[in-house]
């Protein structure tokens, strides 16, 4: 069964520190997706990237990096020189492509970037 | 800019009241889903579709919930009778499905409060 697990209920930083959040998954399929989405408070779902399981190369956008290790199952994502407006829930998501088309969400981060 | 449209947005309802809950996908996008959102469950998949056909529905509860696509620009989502315990976000989230692992896209959330 695919499940995945974020450790981290909640995280608090100053602004301008480094950040990283954990995301480690369980899939018996070789093929899968991972997924990272934000939830601002405003309360809507905004995509931020998405990597497939042959894709190990880590990815940076801007300040945002994700590092993807299939030898540990995470797909931890890292926010360099946090802001206040990175305050939000971060959730990890996993698809495997065994044809079912779900989407298994983990419980999600609440990232708090204090002024 | 392309996005999932929900409605409505927020809703009040009297426990027993009948609750039908709206989307309309990403045009051109063939497969949707609806979530759930609670402080306790987290992000629950309640079912989704493809080309307009169930796939899976096994995480609604199946009494009082019920989900349709009339045709490819609309989702519902109906829950009669509600009780309070269906207070939640609902999101509603589509993609293009040419296999497993297409990213998806959420719509803003239904905000329902059942009193």
């Known amino acids: 069964a695919q499940k995945v697990t974020q450790a981290q209920t909640e995280i608090s930083v100053v602004e301008k520190e480094d950040v990283t959040l954990d995301c480690v998954y369980e899939?018996?399929?070789?093929?899968?997706?991972l997924f990272w989405y934000k939830q601002p408070p405003s309360g809507e779902l905004v995509f931020l990237i998405r990597?497939?399981?042959?894709?190990?190369q880590n990815e940076i956008s801007g300040r945002y990096s994700w590092n993807f290790q299939k030898s540990t199952s995470s797909f931890n994502f890292t926010i360099t020189a946090s802001q206040v407006v990175d305050s939000a829930v971060y959730f990890c998501?996993?698809?495997?492509?065994?044809?079912?088309?779900?989407?298994?969400f983990g419980t999600g981060t609440r990232l708090k970037v204090l002024a | 800019d392309a996005r999932v449209t929900q409605t409505p947005r927020h809703k009040v309802t009297e426990m027993g009241q009948e609750v039908t809950m709206r989307c309309q996908p990403i045009?051109?996008?063939?497969?949707v889903f609806w979530y759930r959102q609670t402080m306790m469950q987290g992000l629950e998949l309640l079912a989704y579709?493809?080309?307009?056909?169930?796939?899976?529905d096994s995480g609604m509860p199946k009494d009082r919930f019920s989900a349709e696509m009339p045709d490819a620009t609309l989702a519902t989502l109906k829950i009669q009778p509600s009780e309070p315990r269906d207070s939640a976000v609902y999101f509603c989230?589509?993609?293009?499905?040419?296999?497993?692992?297409?990213?998806?896209?959420f719509g803003e959330g239904s905000w329902l409060t059942v009193v």
């Open positions: 989230a589509s993609g293009r499905s040419t296999g497993s692992g297409n990213t998806i896209y």
């Open positions: 899939t018996r399929d070789t093929t899968y997706y």
């Open positions: 990597r497939n399981s042959f894709d190990e």
């Open positions: 998501a996993l698809s495997e492509a065994s044809g079912t088309y779900k989407y298994i």
């Open positions: 045009l051109g996008h063939n497969t």
């Open positions: 579709f493809r080309n307009r056909a169930p796939l899976d």
